[in-house]
């Protein structure tokens, strides 16, 4: 009987082979990796064309726009995030809400449990480039969860209790402002703008008086307060200007670096906790900072309801100006 002859592939010819494909390998996962980065912009910026609409819905019914931050009287009060949740489809967990007391007596029933509803995840507040999307847990289980969108407060003056004056921003501490209160224009001025979640933060420094804004980061840790190391943005119910708003201070994605004990943070500041029965003479001020897990800017919307993304490159005037209600600046927005 003949042989057969039968060729297979030589040692050398297989590890040509392997070599190629992970070379293919190296050359497609970037393409992969980046085709899912730019889903994840795009449904972030939905999340901010949701949360407009609901903003916008909720002046329809109620003729005003709610306010960043309100008092319940004592205790903590509440963002305007909660406001608007009838009008983002989570009108169930709204049933959970009294506007009258401390959020923190806030509880939703479950299966005979009562659950805080702080802890309970807001699918349109969570950008979905964030990494830590989870809640932050308190003695007895999950007791906040974060968010990536937050209330234009102004540029750095917040809120003084002793005299009820509020900033410049559009959404303001214990008042209702409607779009008439927007000189500058809907389409010129910022609603909301992307933050990031478990934010390191200083507060309440206390210092009393008229606080110059300052111009430089050092200047910033030069402020001191309260050192907390990543709780800021991360409850979405608590409508003080560290948790649930921003400022124009600095320019987006700017790095406030401070170091704490040795190590290096990026830091929000605020100098007086809104509600926290300030001394006389101290004002709430706060360089809150615009921050994205997108390479290069962060979304944004204006009053008009449209999203932006705005490059880490603007000019900090121009980025101050877009914050203003009634600057009365002439600015074109790129």
């Excluded at 190629?20 to 795009?42: D, S």
């Excluded at 110059?212 to 030069?222: F, G, S």
């Excluded at 209600?325 to 074109?332: N, P, Q, S």
Aim: proline letters at 5%.
């Amino acid at each position: 009987m003949s042989a057969v002859s039968r060729r297979g592939f030589t040692l050398v010819e297989l590890l040509v082979v392997i070599a190629i494909i992970g070379v293919l390998v190296g050359l497609l996962l970037p393409a992969v990796q980046a085709a899912r980065e730019a889903a994840r912009r795009m449904s972030c910026g939905n999340n901010l064309k949701q949360i407009s609409l609901a903003v916008h819905n909720y002046e329809s019914a109620y003729k005003k726009l709610p306010p960043a931050w309100t008092n319940p009287g004592q205790g903590s009060g509440w963002s305007m995030q909660a406001r608007i949740l009838p009008f983002l489809e989570e009108a169930a967990l709204s049933d959970g809400v009294d506007f009258s007391r401390d959020y923190g007596e806030s509880y939703m029933t479950i299966d005979g449990e009562q659950i805080p509803t702080s802890s309970f995840r807001v699918a349109a507040y969570q950008c979905p480039s964030d990494p830590r999307d989870q809640p932050r847990y308190g003695s007895s289980g999950p007791k906040y969860y974060k968010l990536n969108y937050a209330t234009n407060e102004g540029v750095w003056f917040v809120l003084d209790e002793g005299t009820n004056q509020v900033g410049d921003g559009m959404f303001v501490p214990g008042r209702y402002l409607g779009f008439r209160d927007c000189l500058d224009g809907t389409s010129n001025t910022l609603a909301l703008a992307e933050v990031k979640g478990w934010t390191p933060y200083a507060r309440d420094a206390k210092h009393s008086g008229t606080m110059t804004m300052p111009i430089t980061t050092d200047e910033v840790c030069a402020l001191a307060g309260d050192f907390k190391t990543e709780t800021g943005h991360t409850e979405w119910i608590d409508g003080r200007v560290h948790q649930a708003g921003v400022t124009t201070t600095f320019s987006p994605n700017k790095k406030v670096l401070c170091e704490v004990s040795g190590i290096e943070y990026d830091i929000d500041f605020t100098n007086m906790r809104e509600g926290k029965s300030p001394p006389a003479g101290v004002r709430t001020y706060a360089a809150v900072t615009s921050r994205s897990y997108h390479q290069g800017g962060v979304h944004v919307s204006l009053l008009d309801g449209s999203v932006r993304f705005i490059t880490d490159s603007v000019e900090l005037e121009l980025w101050q100006s877009m914050s203003t209600r009634a600057g009365h600046e002439v600015i074109e927005i790129p």
